[in-house]
């Protein structure tokens, strides 16, 4: 065999193994304590801990970060000195992350979640759901993606009629539903959808509300959530 030939076969490999390394480093930064972005609006990455600062990036939601540090503006506004990955860092206004291991972080990010609408809420919501795994507050956010997530069903079951207004009228029609696009976004917050071949509407799956009767069936939201599963039932 002709070593020359599997010079080319490794060398992919371990190209593609290092920068699925990098990947996962830069989903994870080290060197601090970890965080994740919840408000973009306040996302601004700033080469200084100032309004004023030149920006680095604007950070996405759902982003994760490395605290380091922390120092406040004389107009009161609070910076973190974080690290999104290996190479790039900056400061941070406090509001745009939240961590699990900051206390009140839960709260306040529980009343981001209330002031949020749509699918806003619904990846709001999601993130509390994993990364605040042991707050007190997760019947009261399953409750409300549960929520969140019936009311975008009504508008996904609108756009799609809408927009498969031509497609062919056969037994293999709702398989257009299910496989439409609209519904992507949703399935990558793991939120699931159940389609009504007679109504030609979609309903939330009620995953979160199982899970809600199955981890806190003696909380005060297990009442709302029997009654709603009853009701995507019916």
């Given at each position: 065999?002709?070593?020359h030939?599997?010079?080319?076969?490794?060398?992919?490999?371990?190209?593609?193994g290092f920068?699925?390394?990098e990947i996962?480093?830069?989903?994870?930064p080290?060197?601090?304590?970890?965080a994740?972005?919840v408000?973009?609006?306040?996302?601004?990455?700033?080469e200084?801990?100032?309004?004023h600062g030149?920006?680095?990036?604007?950070l996405g939601?759902?982003?994760?970060?490395a605290?380091r540090?922390?120092r406040?503006?004389?107009?009161?506004?609070?910076?973190?000195?974080v690290n999104?990955t290996?190479?790039?860092?900056?400061?941070?206004?406090r509001e745009?992350?939240?961590?699990?291991?900051?206390?009140g972080?839960?709260e306040?990010?529980l009343?981001?979640?209330k002031?949020?609408?749509g699918?806003?809420?619904?990846?709001r919501?999601?993130?509390f759901l994993?990364?605040?795994?042991?707050?007190?507050?997760r019947?009261q956010?399953?409750l409300l993606?549960?929520?969140a997530?019936e009311?975008?069903?009504a508008?996904?079951?609108r756009?799609a009629?809408q927009?498969l207004?031509?497609v062919?009228n056969?037994?293999?029609?709702?398989?257009?539903y299910l496989n439409?696009t609209g519904l992507?976004?949703?399935n990558r917050?793991?939120?699931?959808?159940v389609?009504?071949?007679?109504?030609?509407?979609?309903?939330?799956?009620?995953?979160?509300l199982r899970?809600l009767?199955r981890r806190f069936?003696?909380s005060p939201?297990?009442?709302?959530?029997?009654?709603?599963l009853?009701q995507l039932?019916?």
């Amino acid at each position: 065999m002709n070593p020359h030939k599997l010079t080319i076969p490794l060398t992919l490999f371990l190209i593609v193994g290092f920068l699925s390394m990098e990947i996962c480093v830069a989903k994870t930064p080290s060197g601090g304590r970890l965080a994740v972005v919840v408000d973009e609006r306040l996302a601004a990455l700033r080469e200084t801990p100032d309004l004023h600062g030149r920006l680095v990036r604007r950070l996405g939601r759902g982003r994760m970060v490395a605290i380091r540090g922390s120092r406040t503006t004389g107009d009161g506004v609070v910076f973190l000195l974080v690290n999104v990955t290996s190479r790039t860092h900056g400061w941070i206004q406090r509001e745009a992350v939240v961590s699990a291991a900051r206390a009140g972080d839960d709260e306040r990010l529980l009343d981001l979640i209330k002031a949020s609408e749509g699918f806003d809420r619904i990846v709001r919501a999601r993130i509390f759901l994993d990364n605040f795994v042991r707050s007190p507050l997760r019947p009261q956010v399953l409750l409300l993606l549960s929520d969140a997530a019936e009311e975008q069903a009504a508008k996904l079951s609108r756009d799609a009629a809408q927009r498969l207004r031509d497609v062919p009228n056969d037994a293999l029609r709702f398989s257009y539903y299910l496989n439409y696009t609209g519904l992507d976004r949703y399935n990558r917050q793991r939120v699931g959808f159940v389609f009504d071949r007679t109504t030609k509407r979609f309903h939330y799956n009620g995953a979160a509300l199982r899970e809600l009767l199955r981890r806190f069936p003696y909380s005060p939201e297990a009442l709302a959530a029997r009654k709603r599963l009853a009701q995507l039932k019916n």
